[in-house]
């Protein structure tokens, strides 16, 4: 009540921000961190499936006597499926919860990986990849979603990039499974790789169990008193649980002296109104977020990470590098990175900013890329046999690659578009952010040989270093710093109507707050 009788008094100056954003917490919420911790796994299932197709695929070619563009198909499409449970994640994480979604990823993976490992040709394996994508596509709109709502402020930057933590620690786990079943019978070791996926599958089903929902779906339901429980064990102080609830519920449209352990919304279709506030008719501040959400996602993987992870094993070999164990070793280096230095992100993010990593990040990867690029191209064009200074900067030049992306725009590209939208708008916003994600790094993976095939191997680097300059541009120009802002105080870096004039207009205006679904409000 303090702080709104500051907001009303006119003539007295305040600072919003003084107001609002209190100092960071030294420590990070225990509990909060576990249920990141749990969430985030689901992400495995993502960076396992990417990896283990780089080295599966060249024993599936020779063992189901496929061609290349097959194996691009392959290798790609499962991005393209994940399109599917991302489109439906939204809608199914606002009716059943957060929670039981990740567990419905989990079980959704395990099935498509008992196919794909069981699979005796390649139709067979193609509907085992049609059903991992669904589950990819789920686990990938709603572990950050999640995340970033149990997360209080002073440690979202820190917990909301756990997701990209798990895919590299996938990544990683894809790259040795390559290497410990590579000596096995050819038909055999494919499967080997493909069928394990099983595993992380069932640990995370169950653990996720154990996790609250998420406190913002709660009051969504109206669950106030469940929500106000989580928010208690999932902030740093009981002040701060306080402050968060009521910046939920108002937020949601329930009023501030609204204290009731269940409150009664109007029960309308999930989504409602959602779709056409994103798309047909929206403000010009849901539309610079909608921009940036899916610009982000759009040159995370227009740059090229997924080229360099799925098609390490033929770089490395176009490198000069031909015995499948030495290829398949090299690969683990490249998981290796990818997953050491995703830690630097994950301690500096909430203590450096966004806008700093994210720069820094993507200037390293445009420097990489041109060194790659020649690289190969010198290797390629070599009549006097294996240029050792070019191999040698090939293998460096990819190692950086991974570690310049896995330090920013990696991670920041989760946690950025997982934290800007509305609270109404979260979950379609953060779904259409996934699915650009998904679609350009099917396109990439789907057509990468062609393209080398077509403009050489440097050139194609060459490319990918010309369109990671587009981004940093756009990145430079477009993206605000969000570190250490409110999930509901988003908007006012996006250009909405200041949050105190938003509350004297309710103060002027008491009776016209409603208690409606969450997809429905009018904030």
């Known amino acids: 009540m303090g702080q709104q009788n500051l907001e009303a008094k006119t003539d007295v100056p305040v600072s919003f921000s003084d107001v609002e954003k209190p100092p960071l917490p030294k420590k990070k919420n225990k509990f909060a961190f576990a249920c990141s911790m749990l969430a985030s796994m689901t992400s495995v299932l993502l960076g396992y499936d990417i990896a283990v197709m780089s080295g599966a695929a060249m024993y599936i070619q020779d063992d189901l006597h496929v061609s290349d563009t097959q194996i691009e198909i392959l290798s790609g499409i499962i991005n393209i499926y994940s399109l599917i449970g991302s489109a439906l994640a939204g809608r199914t994480s606002d009716a059943i919860g957060r929670r039981y979604t990740i567990v419905l990823a989990a079980v959704i993976f395990f099935v498509g990986a008992v196919v794909m490992g069981l699979s005796p040709n390649y139709t067979a394996l193609m509907v085992g990849r049609f059903i991992a994508g669904i589950g990819v596509g789920y686990a990938l709109m709603v572990a950050p979603v999640y995340t970033a709502e149990v997360s209080s402020a002073s440690s979202r930057g820190f917990f909301t990039s756990f997701p990209e933590v798990f895919i590299n620690s996938g990544v990683l786990l894809g790259y040795v499974s390559n290497f410990a079943f590579s000596r ?83 029960k309308k279709s999930h989504g409602e109104g959602v779709w056409k506030e994103l798309l047909i008719h929206p403000t010009p501040s849901v539309r610079r977020v909608l921009i940036a959400a899916i610009g982000i996602h759009f040159f995370q993987q227009s740059s090229g990470i997924d080229a360099v992870v799925l098609y390490s094993p033929r770089i490395f070999k176009k490198a000069g590098i031909t015995n499948n164990s030495r290829l ?196």
Not at 212 to 231: F, Y
Not at 333 to 346: C, D, R, Y
Not at 353 to 362: A, E, K
Request: hydrophobic fraction near 50%; charged fraction near 15%; aromatic fraction near 10%.
């Open 328 to 523: 398949l070793g090299a690969t683990v280096g490249v998981g290796f990175t990818k997953t050491l230095f995703i830690l630097v992100a994950t301690f500096w993010l909430d203590r450096v900013g966004r806008r700093p990593l994210l720069l820094s990040s993507v200037g390293g990867m445009i420097a990489s890329l041109t060194m790659l690029g020649t690289g190969l191209t010198v290797v390629e064009r070599s009549a006097e046999g294996t240029v050792m200074w070019a191999v040698a900067a090939c293998i460096a030049s990819v190692l950086a690659f991974v570690a310049f992306f896995s330090i920013g725009l990696g991670p920041i590209a989760w946690v950025y578009s997982s934290e800007i939208f509305p609270l109404r708008l979260r979950a379609q916003g953060a779904s259409m952010g996934v699915a650009v994600n998904r679609v350009t790094s099917g396109v990439i993976s789907m057509t990468f040989i062609s393209l080398y095939k077509a403009i050489t191997i440097g050139g194609s680097f060459y490319l990918f270093a010309g369109v990671a300059t587009i981004a940093w541009v756009f990145f430079f120009t477009y993206l605000p710093e969000t570190r250490g802002r409110t999930l509901e105080d988003m908007g006012s870096l996006f250009g909405e109507t200041s949050p105190e004039n938003q509350n004297s207009k309710d103060d002027d205006q008491p009776g016209q707050v409603q208690l409606v679904n969450a997809d429905n409000v009018h904030v």
């Open 184 to 266: 096995l019978p050819e038909h055999l070791s494919w499967r080997f790789m493909l069928g394990i996926g099983v595993v992380p599958s069932v640990f995370l089903a169950l653990g996720v169990l154990a996790m609250p929902e998420s406190p913002r779906w709660l009051v969504m339901q109206g669950r106030l008193g469940d929500a106000r429980k989580v928010l208690l064990k999932t902030s740093d102080t009981p002040d701060e649980a306080v402050t968060r609830l009521s910046d939920i519920k108002a937020a949601a449209g329930i009023p501030e002296d609204c204290n009731d352990d269940v409150v009664t919304v109007a």
